[in-house]
């Protein structure tokens, strides 16, 4: 009989948390689990990597405010050099600062520690198929963060000086526009545009519409058009 059709093995966990209490709970709570065995505890980031490397645990579950090696730190470490274990975090914080800079280190799970054993078990059985393995309150965070209107690009500084006027007036002119379409474009006199156009080649020691173009395209404040 394959071991597809008989019984699973239980998953290998190693528990990561800086606190004694903590810790010796959560491995006794597993140890009532089916499913899991857990094969180590360690103190700290830097004992969970050595215990990663000793014993090759399918997962561990990693508390993220640990002394000498953070949970982050931690989880970097174990992805990159052991990518067969993967990381469940297990810890009291679920905000930003915590959730994300961890599921970028290489998390593929996140719980709080008020989850309970079958959700441990859940998150576990997830992240050995593939899935994520992320408590509900978890989840309704990602959601919220991926829904939030993305930030605007911060404008480019404009060169040399120039106002956010002048700088428009010369992407125009990289452009191929001539004053009397700048005028138009801008709803401002011709004379307005010859203004501007003194005032920008005055601050950038351009002497003709041609250095201009070439300036623009140099800046970056025009681009190639695609053919």
Do not use: W
């Not at 930030?151 to 428009?168: F, V, Y």
């Not at 474009?185 to 005055?202: C, D, M, W, Y």
């Amino acid at each position: 009989m394959t071991e597809a059709e008989g019984e699973k093995k239980p998953a290998r966990v190693v528990v990561a948390d800086d606190q004694t209490v903590v810790r010796e709970g959560i491995v006794m709570l597993l140890g009532l689990l089916p499913g899991v065995e857990v094969v180590g505890s360690a103190g700290d980031g830097e004992e969970a990597v050595r215990l990663v490397g000793e014993l090759a645990p399918d997962v561990v579950l990693m508390d993220l405010r640990m002394p000498r090696c953070d949970g982050v730190e931690a989880t970097r470490r174990i992805r990159a050099r052991y990518p067969g274990t993967q990381v469940v975090v297990l810890t009291t914080y679920a905000d930003d600062e915590s959730l994300f800079p961890a599921l970028h280190a290489g998390a593929r799970g996140y719980l709080t520690k008020d989850a309970g054993g079958d959700e441990i078990v859940r998150a576990v059985e997830s992240v050995l198929s593939g899935d994520a393995g992320l408590s509900p309150s978890v989840q309704r965070r990602l959601l919220e963060r991926l829904s939030e209107p993305a930030p605007k690009p911060a404008e480019a500084e404009a060169p040399d000086g120039l106002t956010a006027r002048e700088t428009e007036v010369l992407v125009l002119i990289g452009e191929g526009l001539s004053n009397q379409e700048i005028a138009r474009k801008l709803h401002v006199s011709t004379a307005t545009v010859k203004t501007h156009i003194n005032n920008l080649f005055a601050k950038t020691g351009l002497k003709d519409r041609a250095q201009a173009v070439r300036y623009a395209y140099g800046k970056g404040l025009v681009r190639p058009r695609a053919e």
